[in-house]
């Protein structure tokens, strides 16, 4: 009987191709962390490393960026702060993903805030003069950049407007502050890209669309948001539990639902990650490595952006910790260590732009063979959400018409291999690093190339790898003789 873990590729069909949809945008925390100098070094990496091209983030009008601000009953527009950030991201090869939110105070027809760092979740008490501020701003950017480099960039507006937490208005309102907004941007030029609804959970698209249509508004993208905690579970259950509610692959069927909805238009999830807690351990494990590689893969085809939220736990909506493995989003830690899922988009970044259909398992493995040049790729994951059972498994591989002058090398992310995590427990939890720890983290954080045997039979190439649970391979076969 044949292992149910054996999977064959007949390299002579045909391929697809493969754009890195995910590189298009990385999520972070909010405008005033980009003046950070830690904050700019990490994105630069990420950038360099992993190879991001916009970043998101929150408040780029909120008050603590002085972007309006009323000085005696007169409105003083102020985007210096504002400038640094973009000036930074031009110099670093990124562009942003703007957000335009939140409420200047000066605008805001309410008190109700957001956050650690409190910004303005109401609707502007007047919706001309908003207008206006967003016309000032981005009419101010192009000049500054130039038409041609601002067409690049994406103006969403707001975010996740459904939920109360970020907006006391209504459904309408919301509509109403897109309107506005696209009316300021679209008067500067007509083809500087807005979009939304920016929402949690996949919703209000079709609602969004068909108020474009009727009011003949400009819609050039669809933004949403998912995570695999939304909707699980009972109230009061902790992160596990309603992961462990969850269902595997649940992101993929809501991105299929979305880019149905959305039609013609392009999808960008602006958000998305292991879970919504910004305190979740398994941020940090090998688990999120898995599940971020498996949910990117099987993401191909729905989107054009696929947004992780974030880069960096350089990240203080709840309050900014200082102990080096908290559980935050960032696939960096505060220093800087990386994260397995780090790895895990470094893999990614590594991968070629042709695919070969998928093959699936009725277990917890899955597998794709990618075609990079001459080289060719199998990516493999082990991957199952918790209380979900998972355990070693063999994975045996087999490709058709494959010739001989072939070497393979294979690099992991699992508990024992590039787990910076794992370290930092080995070494009792250290509350703070000293630059030697921060040394020795890093090193155990780094992928490790190793060989793996081939077995040539006629004209297949063979060889089986061992799949510890939560972990991801990236095996590579190379020509010798190029």
């Not at 005033?32 to 780029?60: N, P, S």
């Not at 919504?276 to 990117?296: E, G, R, V």
């Not at 939890?429 to 155990?444: A, C, G, N, Q, T």
């Amino acid at each position: 009987m044949i292992d149910k873990n054996q999977f064959e590729w007949d390299i002579k069909t045909k391929t697809e191709m493969f754009p890195h949809f995910w590189e298009h945008t990385i999520g972070s925390g909010h405008a005033t962390l980009a003046l950070r100098a830690d904050w700019q070094k990490q994105l630069k990496r990420c950038h360099d490393e992993l190879g991001f091209k916009h970043v998101r983030f929150h408040g780029i009008l909120s008050d603590d960026m002085g972007t309006l601000v009323d000085e005696e009953d007169q409105f003083v527009y102020s985007f210096f702060n504002a400038d640094q950030v973009m000036d930074f991201l031009l110099s670093a090869g990124m562009r942003p993903f703007v957000e335009l939110s939140f409420m200047p105070g000066a605008l805001a027809s309410g008190k109700k805030t957001v956050f650690h760092y409190h910004s303005n979740v109401t609707p502007p008490k007047d919706y001309s003069k908003w207008e206006t501020l967003i016309f000032k701003l981005v009419k101010h950017w192009a000049e500054r950049y130039g038409l041609d480099e601002v067409r690049e960039w994406f103006f969403e507006v707001w975010n996740e407007p459904n939920l109360k937490s970020f907006w006391t208005g209504s459904q309408k309102d919301y509509f109403t502050l897109y309107k506005h907004t696209v009316k300021a941007i679209k008067k500067i030029d007509k083809q500087l890209r807005t979009g939304g609804p920016a929402t949690a959970k996949n919703e209000w698209i079709k609602e969004f669309i068909d108020f474009c249509k009727k009011e003949k508004l400009p819609v050039d993208f669809i933004s949403t948001h998912h995570y695999p905690t939304d909707a699980f579970g009972k109230p009061g259950d902790d992160t596990e539990a309603q992961l462990a509610e969850s269902k595997r692959s649940v992101l993929q069927k809501e991105a299929a639902t979305t880019k149905q909805e959305a039609g013609n238009l392009p999808v960008y999830y602006t958000e998305w990650s292991t879970s919504s807690n910004p305190f979740d351990k398994l941020h940090d494990q090998a688990y999120a490595s898995a599940f971020i590689t498996k949910t990117i893969m099987e993401a191909r085809g729905f989107v054009k952006g696929y947004s992780y939220w974030t880069f960096s736990d350089i990240f203080e909506e709840n309050y900014f910790s200082s102990k080096p493995f908290h559980g935050g989003f960032g696939l960096l830690n505060i220093y800087g260590i990386p994260k397995p899922a780090y790895r895990a988009y470094q893999l990614l970044h590594d991968l070629g732009e042709e695919i070969f259909a998928q093959k699936f398992s009725d277990k917890t493995i899955d597998a794709w063979l990618i075609k990079k040049e001459n080289d060719f790729q199998l990516l493999i994951t082990n991957s199952a959400l918790p209380e979900h059972r998972v355990k070693t498994e063999t994975v045996f591989l087999h490709l058709k018409n494959f010739p001989k002058k072939y070497t393979g090398k294979i690099q992991r992310v699992d508990d024992t291999h590039a787990n910076a995590y794992c370290q930092w427990q080995n070494m009792g939890k250290p509350e703070s690093l000293s630059p030697k720890d921060v040394r020795k983290l890093e090193e155990s954080s780094a992928l490790i190339t190793e060989e793996i045997d081939l077995t040539f039979s006629e004209n297949m190439i063979s060889f089986e790898v061992e799949m510890p649970p939560q972990g991801i391979a990236l095996i590579t076969l190379m020509m010798y003789d190029k």
